[in-house]
C-alpha cells in the first residue's frame, strides 16, 4: 500500500465521564492520532444502535463508544 | 422554531484561536475559510480569546449586526465553558439553546500538536458537524418546579440528629424517622468517644433533648418509611408509624441510616463470653471489669480486609486503641496485645493515642493475613511477622475488632428512593470529589457510616454538610431544571410497554391513562436527559431535546462526508 490507511472513527462520549476524561487528556496534552470524531450524549445510554449503523453507512470505518 | 424555513436559519461560526493554545497548531486560516462554506452559515469570526470580555462583546455584535438565529463558538470544551457563551447569546436576545460549541481545543489541538494538517482535518469535520447540529437546534426554555419546604432525615443516630438540628435551626420543618424506640443509634452502646474520652451517653442525651424539645422536628421513632415517589422538590413519603401510616411530601431527604456491627460467628471461637466483639467490649467496659481479668489479647481486621468484604473499616483500629485504654484504666495491670495487619491511626488525635497506648505498655504485634492468629482455651498463638518467630500469648479475654456492615435496610431503602449503594452495600455518594454528600439523584444527600465507616467526628461534620447542601433548594423554594429532556415525540407509537419506565435510573418515566389510551408520562423535573429510554424504545416513540434522534443522524452524516 502506497497510501497509509486513516480510519475515520466515530466516537461517542459520555458528557460526565469519557468526554470528560478525552478533555483530561487534553489538558496533559496525551498525544493520540487525529482519526477521531466526537459526538458529545449526556450518557452513553443515549446512544441507539441506530446510531452505530448509521455511522457506518455515513462513512465511518468503526464505531466507538465511551462510556 | 423547528418549521424555520432552511433559507432562514443564519448561523455565526466563532473560531477561537486560545492565545497560542489552538492558532499554535491548527491552520486557523484554512479553518475560517472551511467554515464559510458551510451550509447556512452566514458570518464567521476569528477571535483571539472568545471567552474573554471582548471575545464576547465580538460574539453578541456578530448576534445582532449580522442577525445570526444560531451560533456556533469553535473553542474549548462545552464542560467548562458552554454555560458561558449560552449566556452571551441570551444577553444578544438569542434563546440560549440556539447556541452549540465545537471543542478543537481539548479534544483536538492539544491532542494532536505535531499533525497540523490532520488536525485542522479533523477540526474542520467537527465544525461541520457543530453546524449541522445547529441547523436543527430548536429553542428550549428552563423548566421551573415549586419545592416543599420539608425535610425528611431517616435514621436518629449522631448524624441523622445533628442534620436535622441543624435544618430546624435555619428554620426549615423536619421529620425525623428513627426504626429504633430510641434515638442514638450506636452512641447508645458505646462506653467512652475517642479519642476525647468523653461519654457517649452525654453526647447522645444532649443531642436526644435538643432534638425532642425543638419546635421545627416531628420526630417518629419506632418507624419506617415503606413507600417513596416523586423528584426533588415534591418526594411523597409514606412513614409507618406506630399509630398508622402518615402521608407526608418533603422537598429534600437525607439518608443517616448508618451501619451494623459484623458479628464474627465461627471466627477465632467467638463466643460473646470470653471470646468477644468491641462492641461487647464496651458494653463490659460500662459495667465496670471484672477485676480478675489480667491478660487480653484483642485482634484486628477480624471479618474486614478479606475476599469477602475487602475495605478496611477505619474505625475499629481506633476503637481497639481506645479500649485498650480504658482497660489500663480499670486494671492499671492488665497485659494487653493487639494483633494487627496495618494499624488504621489516622489523624492528628489518633497519632497522639497510639503513641500514648505505648507510652503505657501496650503492645502491638504484627500478623500476616496468610498466617492468622490462633485462639485456643487460655492463650493465643501468633507467628510474629516482624520478628520472624511464634509466640504464645496467656488470654482470659479475646477481643476482635469487627468492622462496621452496611445497614440491613440498605437495599431497601435504596430501592425505594432509587438511589445507589457500592459494592459493600453502602450508601454510593454522586461524585468522590464534588458532590460526596449528595447521591446522583438530585435532593437526596447522605451522611455519617450509612457512606461508609466514620468516626463521630466525621459523621458529625457529613451531617452538618448534608444539611447544608439540602438547605439549597428549601431556601431557594424552587428549582430550575435543565431542559434536556426527554419527551414523548410521537405518541401514538408508544404501546406503554414500561419498558422506559423499568430503565430510567431517575424514576422520571410513569405510564399514565389517557384519552389515547395508556401512555408514557416524562416527569420533565426528575429527568436527567441521559436518553436511555429514548435508545430503548423499541416503538421509537420517545425522543431527547437538544438531542434528538434527527440532530444526531445529521451528525453523523455530516461527519462520515469528507471535507470538500
Ligand atoms: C464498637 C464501636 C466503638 C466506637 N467508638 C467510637 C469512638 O470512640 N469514637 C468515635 O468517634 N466513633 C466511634 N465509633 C463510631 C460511631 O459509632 C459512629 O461514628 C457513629 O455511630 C455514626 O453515626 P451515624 O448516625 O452515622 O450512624 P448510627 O449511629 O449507626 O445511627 C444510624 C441510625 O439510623 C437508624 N436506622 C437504620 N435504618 C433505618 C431505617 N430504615 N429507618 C429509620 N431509621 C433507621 C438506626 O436505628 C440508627 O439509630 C464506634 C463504633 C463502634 C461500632
Ligand atoms: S480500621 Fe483497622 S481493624 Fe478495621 S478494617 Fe481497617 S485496618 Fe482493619
Ligand atoms: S418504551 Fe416506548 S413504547 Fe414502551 S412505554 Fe416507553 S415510550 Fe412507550
Not at chain 2, 255 to 261: K, L, M, P, Q, R
Amino acid at each position: 500500500m502506497s497510501k497509509q490507511f486513516k480510519p475515520k472513527i466515530l466516537t461517542f462520549l459520555c458528557n460526565w465521564c469519557a468526554y470528560a476524561a478525552a478533555d483530561s487528556a487534553g489538558v496533559s496534552r496525551l498525544q493520540y492520532p487525529p482519526t477521531t470524531r466526537v459526538i458529545r450524549t449526556m450518557c452513553s445510554a443515549r446512544v441507539d444502535p441506530v446510531f452505530v449503523v448509521k455511522g457506518l453507512k455515513s462513512g465511518f470505518d468503526s464505531v466507538f463508544v465511551g462510556g | 422554531m423547528p418549521d424555520m424555513k432552511d433559507e432562514d436559519i443564519r448561523i455565526g461560526v466563532f473560531i477561537c484561536h486560545c492565545g497560542s493554545n489552538i492558532a499554535g497548531y491548527l491552520d486557523m486560516e484554512e479553518l475560517s475559510e472551511y467554515a464559510e462554506k458551510l451550509p447556512h452559515v452566514t458570518f464567521v469570526q476569528r477571535n483571539l480569546y472568545s471567552c474573554s470580555e471582548a471575545g464576547i462583546s465580538e460574539i453578541k455584535k456578530g448576534i445582532m449586526e449580522h442577525d445570526l438565529n444560531r451560533v456556533i463558538v469553535a473553542s474549548c470544551t462545552p464542560r467548562t465553558h458552554e454555560p458561558l457563551f449560552r449566556s452571551s447569546c441570551a444577553e444578544a436576545g438569542l434563546n440560549p439553546y440556539l447556541f452549540e460549541m465545537v471543542n478543537i481545543r481539548d479534544q483536538c489541538s492539544w491532542v494532536h500538536m505535531k499533525e497540523r494538517e490532520d488536525g485542522t482535518d479533523k477540526a474542520k469535520d467537527q465544525i461541520r458537524m457543530g453546524v449541522a447540529k445547529a441547523a436543527l437546534l430548536e429553542p428550549q426554555e428552563p423548566i421551573m418546579s415549586d419545592v416543599q419546604i420539608r425535610a425528611l432525615v431517616i435514621g436518629g443516630g449522631i448524624s441523622g440528629m445533628t442534620a436535622a438540628l441543624s435544618l430546624a435551626n435555619r428554620g426549615y420543618e423536619v421529620v425525623l424517622v428513627e426504626k429504633e424506640k430510641n434515638l442514638g443509634g450506636m452512641l447508645n452502646q458505646i462506653y467512652k468517644l475517642a479519642p476525647t474520652m468523653t461519654d457517649a451517653s452525654a453526647l447522645a442525651e444532649e443531642k436526644i433533648r435538643a432534638v425532642t424539645g425543638h419546635p421545627n422536628i416531628t420526630l417518629f421513632t419506632g418507624s419506617k418509611v415503606n413507600a417513596a415517589q416523586g423528584f426533588i422538590g415534591k418526594y411523597q413519603i409514606d412513614i409507618e408509624t406506630e399509630s398508622g401510616i402518615k402521608k407526608i411530601d418533603f422537598g429534600v431527604i437525607l439518608i443517616a441510616t448508618g451501619a451494623s456491627v459484623y458479628t464474627p460467628e465461627g471466627l477465632y471461637g467467638y463466643d460473646g463470653q470470653r471470646i468477644i466483639t468491641q462492641l461487647e467490649m464496651e458494653r463490659l467496659l460500662k459495667k465496670g471489669l471484672d477485676q480478675g481479668i489480667k491478660n487480653i489479647v484483642m485482634i484486628q481486621c477480624v471479618g474486614s480486609r478479606n475476599e469477602d468484604r475487602p475495605y478496611c473499616s477505619r474505625i475499629c483500629c481506633q476503637t481497639a486503641v481506645k479500649n485498650a485504654m480504658l482497660i489500663k484504666n480499670q486494671i492499671p495491670e492488665a497485659k494487653i496485645s493487639i494483633l494487627y495487619r496495618d494499624m488504621q491511626m489516622y489523624g492528628v488525635e489518633n497519632e497522639e493515642l497510639f503513641r500514648d497506648s505505648k507510652a503505657k505498655g501496650i503492645r502491638y504485634i504484627n500478623y500476616d493475613s496468610v498466617q492468622p492468629p490462633e485462639v485456643e482455651s487460655d492463650k493465643v498463638r501468633v507467628y510474629h511477622a516482624l520478628l520472624g518467630r511464634e509466640m504464645l500469648l496467656p488470654a482470659d479475654l479475646v477481643v476482635l475488632s469487627t468492622p462496621l456492615i452496611a445497614h440491613e435496610d440498605a437495599v431497601e431503602i435504596s430501592q425505594l428512593l432509587r438511589i445507589s449503594i457500592d459494592e459493600n452495600g453502602f450508601f454510593l455518594e454522586g461524585h468522590v470529589k464534588l458532590r460526596p454528600l449528595d447521591f446522583a439523584t438530585d435532593g437526596i444527600f447522605l451522611c455519617g457510616s450509612a457512606h461508609y465507616p466514620a468516626n463521630i467526628r466525621e459523621a458529625v461534620a457529613q451531617g452538618l454538610g448534608a444539611a447544608s447542601r439540602a438547605s439549597i433548594p428549601l431556601s431557594q423554594g424552587s428549582v430550575v431544571v435543565e431542559p434536556i429532556i426527554s419527551v414523548l415525540a410521537n405518541e401514538d407509537a408508544c404501546i406503554a410497554c414500561g419498558l422506559c419506565v423499568a430503565l430510567c435510573p431517575y424514576g422520571a418515566l410513569e405510564i399514565q391513562k389517557t384519552e389515547k389510551g395508556e401512555k408514557v408520562h416524562v416527569i420533565d423535573v426528575a429527568c436527567k436527559g441521559c436518553g436511555c429510554c429514548a435508545a430503548a424504545c423499541p416503538q421509537k416513540a420517545l425522543d431527547i431535546t437538544h438531542f434528538r434522534d434527527r440532530q444526531i443522524f445529521a451528525v453523523i452524516e455530516a461527519g462520515g462526508a469528507e471535507a470538500q
